[in-house]
C-alpha cells in the first residue's frame, strides 16, 4: 500500500503560480511513475503530467505544456507540481497518483494509488 497526501492548493490570480506536493509514504519502494491529474467540476478527471521512476523523463498535457513542471525528491519521496501563468481553466481539484509502471503512463488506469485531492482556484 501506498498513502499519497497532496497539499498547496489555494486561490491564486491568473498569472499567478502555486507549486502543489505529494508526499508519499508506505511501500514507496515499488513507485514507478508518478502522475498529477485534475478534475473539473461537472467534467471528467484529466491528465496533466507525469514523471517516470529515476525522475529523469517527464510528460505533459499539451494544455499545461510550458507552464507546467513536474519533479520528484526521491529522497524525500515527494512529487510536486511547479504551475505558472495560471488560467482560470485550470481550476481544479488536483490529484497526485502513483503507477507500478516504469514508463510514462498517462491513463488513470494504469495508477494504483491516489491522493484526496487539493483545491486549485484561478480567479480572473
Known sequence: QVQLVESGGGLVQAGGSLRL????????SSSGAMGWFRQAPGKEREFVATINYNGLSTVY????SGRFTISRDSTKNTVYLRMNNLKPDDT??????ASADYGLPRSLAAYDYW???TQVTVSS
Do not use: E, H, I, N
Not at 21 to 28: F, K
Not at 61 to 64: I, L
Not at 92 to 97: I, K, N, P, Q, S
Open 115 to 117: 491522493g484526496q485531492g
Open 21 to 28: 506536493s505529494c508526499a508519499a509514504s508506505g511501500r514507496t
Open 92 to 97: 481544479a481539484v488536483y490529484y497526485c497518483a
Open 61 to 64: 498535457a499539451d494544455s499545461v
